[in-house]
């Protein structure tokens, strides 16, 4: 258990991570190829990044073809963070 919430947490604690998560939940769902238009790093760090996000079961992998999407699982990221905290990330993106 306390592992689980430790990888959860260390996948939010850094703000490309962070910022990743709010480019997506805004977007409702993002392949690789537009999240690295929108933040310039190399494939290779972006994937690291969201291989995180995804084993702490924030985001969600889909894959369709040879493309794979990426979906914020939201009853996670409501049930880890407070309602406060959850309005400043994924909820602020989506009236932005």
């Not at 592992?3 to 993002?30: G, H, M, N, W, Y």
């Not at 690789?32 to 972006?46: E, N």
């Not at 291989?51 to 999407?69: D, H, N, P």
């Amino acid at each position: 258990m306390i592992t689980d919430v430790e990888s959860k947490f260390k996948a939010l604690s850094d703000k490309t991570r962070l910022a990743l998560l709010q480019e997506i939940s805004c977007c409702k769902e993002l392949c690789v190829s537009d999240l690295q238009d929108k933040f310039q790093i190399s494939q290779s760090k972006l994937s690291y990044h969201l291989k995180l996000l995804v084993e702490a079961g924030i985001l969600i992998r889909c894959e369709r073809g040879t493309w794979c999407y990426y979906q914020v699982d939201e009853k996670e990221v409501k049930r880890i963070l407070s309602p406060n905290i959850y309005r400043e990330i994924i909820k602020n993106s989506e009236s932005e």
